[in-house]
T-cell receptor
Framework: GQNIDQPTEMTATEGAIVQINCTYQTSGFNGLFWYQQHAGEAPTFLSYNVLDGLEEKGRFSSFLSRSKGYSYLLLKELQMKDSASYLCAVRDQGTYKYIFGTGTRLKVLA | DTGVSQNPRHKITKRGQNVTFRCDPI?????LYWYRQTLGQGPEFLTY????????KSRLLSDRFSAERPKGSFSTLEIQRTEQGDSAMYLC??????????????FGQGTRLTVV
């Protein structure tokens, strides 16, 4: 079976750092993806991890531990425009389809 | 190329009617996915194509749903005899699969279906 868990909502202050966690249990694994989705818009790609460790892209970093079935997305120097839903997705090994979590709705306050 | 394009953006239909949505993927992408998303939830997998072949269809998808990708380019998703529970955002995504490596999916803006 496949199960992906994320917190439903988080709140943080402009300029702060926030960490969004994702745990997964899947029958096969071929990479973990993070997407950002603003209300009423399409998900947009943020980051990808297939090996353990940290991937950094500007203000955004993503970490993966395959043995623990765990990832996090780290957002630094938060801006108001970062208010959005953040979707964790696992790509299934073999089929390569993407399985999404329910998403974490982040509110950035002034 | 302007990315993944979906039409229409919004569709309101009466219960029992049939609806068809279209997705035009990024031109060189060989993989095409359909997802459904309801408010406060993540995208739920429906089906996907490798070129023109439909490789998997979710068990959650009833027989009222059908998808095609006749020439390995655009795709259509048809829902027959719509029900109020079909109301959702229908998202299309495409990717280029050339073996192992980072191949993120690019999403279209979606078609928002409301069944009244």
């Amino acid at each position: 079976g496949q199960n992906i868990d994320q917190p439903t909502e988080m709140t943080a202050t402009e300029g702060a750092i926030v960490q969004i966690n994702c745990t997964y249990q899947t029958s096969g694994f071929n990479g973990l993806f993070w997407y950002q989705q603003h209300a009423g818009e399409a998900p947009t790609f943020l980051s990808y991890n297939v090996l353990d460790g940290l991937e950094e892209k500007g203000r955004f970093s993503s970490f993966l531990s395959r043995s623990k079935g765990y990832s996090y997305l780290l957002l630094k120097e938060l801006q108001m425009k970062d208010s959005a839903s953040y979707l964790c997705a696992v790509r299934d090994q073999g089929t390569y389809k993407y399985i999404f979590g329910t998403g974490t709705r982040l509110k950035v306050l002034a | 190329d302007t990315g993944v394009s979906q039409n229409p953006r919004h569709k309101i239909t009466k219960r029992g009617q049939n609806v068809t949505f279209r997705c035009d993927p990024i031109s060189e992408h060989n993989r095409l996915y359909w997802y459904r998303q309801t408010l406060g939830q993540g995208p739920e997998f429906l089906t996907y194509f490798q070129n023109e072949a439909q490789l998997e269809k979710s068990r959650l998808l009833s027989d009222r749903f059908s998808a095609e990708r006749p020439k390995g380019s655009f795709s259509t998703l048809e829902i027959q005899r719509t029900e109020q529970g079909d109301s959702a955002m229908y998202l299309c995504a495409s990717s280029l699969e050339v073996g192992v490596g980072n191949t993120e999916a690019f999403f279209g803006q979606g078609t928002r279906l409301t069944v009244v």
